[in-house]
Structure formats: structure tokens, C-alpha cells
């Protein structure tokens, strides 16, 4: 790691740390950051209304952001690397519509919201909800896998990987069109995507599994690496590529699925925080991508809470309306810059 590479991550280090403060004060009622601080050192007062904000809403909420920005940033860097497409992330690859499948055949089967199944069935619902979410991803991105060992050819992958999704989505339609009228808002609700539903109880599940996927990522910077100069080159560099393969379309799988699950199907943020990172380091090297795009990730999905929460009003955005207006301009500059290369080569 360059000098220059260690600044950049330790700036983004403190930039973190500042976004996550202000998400703790900023929201429909403002907490003073010296509120902020005495909150989180356990200094407030008894039953003080500030401190009851910043422990029981926006601590979680904002920790939820922070773990969802991250796995997203990380399962998109993924599959960037393993399709060896700039556009590839969950959502474009039908993970995310996967997840929601599995989400979809466990919450509309059971009579409940995606949020409230936790909260009537406790850990388990929340597990079950996580594993048919997984199981989902993994089978829509399984298949397109398969697909891309055969066609070479990375805009027909990504293609079919939307057309996957697409059909996928559409089950899902009819799953809800069939269902109970009194379950759409909730489910509606779901779509929109949110980082509010996961609570501190919620949280002791979704924090490790969001961490388990960032370190399966983490172990296997050294392959991912040798795969960006193509297979032949890594298979001679001893990686076996398929064991690659499999892991890292575990570990994409585990933080897509589980991110859907507990926060809704949140777009552009697994596309768009790679390519920052790229852009911000200069470099392709995973072993300096994956804390910067864990960080980045973080950073992102904080500042889209914040302006979905539209601070000093009670109104709030739809998180997935932010998302797409944070990350479209980052896939027009990604597809430009692609065109600029094809028309000078």
C-alpha cells in the first residue's frame, strides 16, 4: 500500500466518522452534537428526550446504513471483478430480485410484513427471512454464472442477468397480486427501502451476517486480483478458479440477500461505490478496494439516509429514490467513458 493510497483510506476514515455524527443529530427533531457525543459516552441524563432519540432510533438505524452501504459496495465490487463487467452489481444481476423472492415466499405465506416477521417469530423469522433470501440470490446468480462461462461476451451477460431479474420480479408480482389486499402497504412500504426497520434486536443478527459476507470478501482479495488479468493467467498463478467462483458468488450472495432482506431492495449503491473507489485511489487493487469500498459504502448509504429523512420536517423520502439519484450519474460517467474507449480504440 502506497503512502498515497493509506492517506486516502484514512481520510475516508474520518469522513465516516463525521457523517455517522451527524446522521446521530440530524433527523425531524435536531440533537446537538455536544448531545450527540454525551449520548453516546453513556453521560446523559435519565430519560432524556435527546439521549432516547440517539440510543433507540438513530444509533440502530444508522448502524444499519453504515453495514448496508458497505455489503452492498462490497458485492458489487465482487461481481464487477468475477463478470468482468463495470456494471455489474446485485441489482443488475437479479440478486436483489432473488432475494426479494425469497423474502416474498416467507412474508406472504406467513401473514406478516418483511419487518414484522422478526417481531412475531423473534430470531427465527428473522433467520428464515435471511436464509430465503440467500437461497434466492444464490439460485438467480447461479444461473447466471453458468450462463457467463459459456458467452463470453460481458454486455450479453449483463443482458440476460437483467432479463433473470426481470422474470424473477414478476413472480414476485403475481405472488403479491395474489395475496391479501391488507398485506400491500407493508409490502409496498418494503419496496421503497428503508434503513428504520432494523432494530437493535434485528441488528444482532444482521451485523454478523453482514460481516461474515465483508470478510469472505476480504479472504479472497489475492485471487480476485489475479482473475482481473483473466482466468488462464490466474489458473497459472495456482488460484483455482472455480473454488473462487463458488465463494465469491457466496459471499456477493450472502451480503445482496441479506441487505434485501432487512432493509428492501436498495439500487446503484453496489454499482456506483466501486467505481468511486477506483476513481478516488487510482488502482484496481482489492486489497486496497475492499476497506475503501467497505468505508465508501458506508459514507453513501449515510448521506442518502439523511436526505430521505429530509431533516427538519417530518416528511421522508423513499430511500431508493435517493440511492438512484446519487448513483445514475456515477453509471452515465461509468457507460461514457466506456464509449470514449471503444470509439479510441
Known amino acids: 500500500m502506497t503512502k498515497r493510497e493509506a492517506a486516502i483510506l484514512a481520510g475516508l476514515i474520518v469522513v465516516l466518522a463525521a457523517v455517522f455524527l451527524l446522521s446521530l443529530a440530524l433527523g425531524s427533531t435536531a440533537v446537538p452534537l455536544g448531545r450527540v457525543m454525551m449520548a453516546l459516552a453513556g453521560r446523559s441524563p435519565e430519560r ?25 459496495g462490497v458485492a458489487g465490487l465482487q461481481m464487477q471483478t468475477l463478470f468482468r463487467n463495470p456494471l455489474a452489481d446485485p441489482f443488475a444481476l437479479g440478486v436483489t430480485s432473488g432475494a426479494s423472492l425469497g423474502v416474498a415466499l416467507v412474508v406472504l405465506g406467513s401473514g406478516y410484513g418483511p419487518a414484522a416477521v422478526g417481531d412475531a417469530l423473534g430470531v427465527r423469522g428473522d433467520a428464515l427471512v435471511i436464509a430465503a433470501a440467500i437461497a434466492g440470490a444464490a439460485a438467480v446468480l447461479g444461473l447466471v454464472l453458468m450462463v457467463s462461462v459459456r458467452i463470453q461476451n460481458p454486455t450479453t451477460v449483463l443482458i440476460l442477468g ?9 413472480v414476485v408480482t403475481v405472488l403479491v ?16 427501502g428503508s434503513f428504520s426497520g432494523v432494530t437493535w434486536q434485528r441488528l444482532r443478527l444482521f451485523g454478523p451476517v453482514s460481516l461474515a459476507g465483508v470478510l469472505i470478501a476480504a479472504s479472497t482479495t489475492k485471487q480476485l486480483n489475479a482473475l482481473l ?22 459471499g456477493a450472495s450472502i451480503l445482496g440477500a441479506v441487505v434485501t432482506a432487512f432493509c428492501g431492495p436498495i439500487s446503484f449503491l453496489g454499482i456506483a461505490v466501486p467505481h468511486l473507489c477506483r476513481g478516488l485511489l487510482g488502482t484496481s487493487d482489492h486489497r486496497v478496494l475492499v476497506p475503501a469500498v467497505v468505508m465508501m459504502g458506508g459514507v453513501l448509504a449515510l448521506l442518502a439516509q439523511i436526505v430521505s429523512l429530509s431533516p427538519g420536517s417530518a416528511g421522508v423520502l423513499p430511500l431508493n429514490a435517493v440511492t438512484s439519484l446519487m448513483g445514475a450519474p456515477v453509471v452515465a460517467v461509468v457507460l461514457l467513458r466506456s464509449r470514449r474507449g471503444a470509439l479510441a480504440g
Open 48 to 72: 432524556d428526550a435527546a439521549t432516547i432519540i440517539v440510543e433507540t432510533i438513530r444509533l440502530p438505524r444508522s448502524l444499519t446504513a453504515i453495514l448496508a452501504g458497505a455489503s452492498l
Open 177 to 192: 397480486g395474489a395475496s391479501q389486499p391488507e398485506r400491500l402497504p407493508q409490502w409496498v412500504q418494503w419496496g421503497l
Open 229 to 250: 488479468l483473466g482466468e488462464n493467467y490466474a489458473r497459472s498463478m495456482g488460484v483455482a478458479v472455480k473454488g473462487v467462483r463458488v465463494l465469491t458468488m457466496l
Open 162 to 170: 437483467l432479463m433473470f431479474g426481470y422474470a424473477v420480479s414478476a
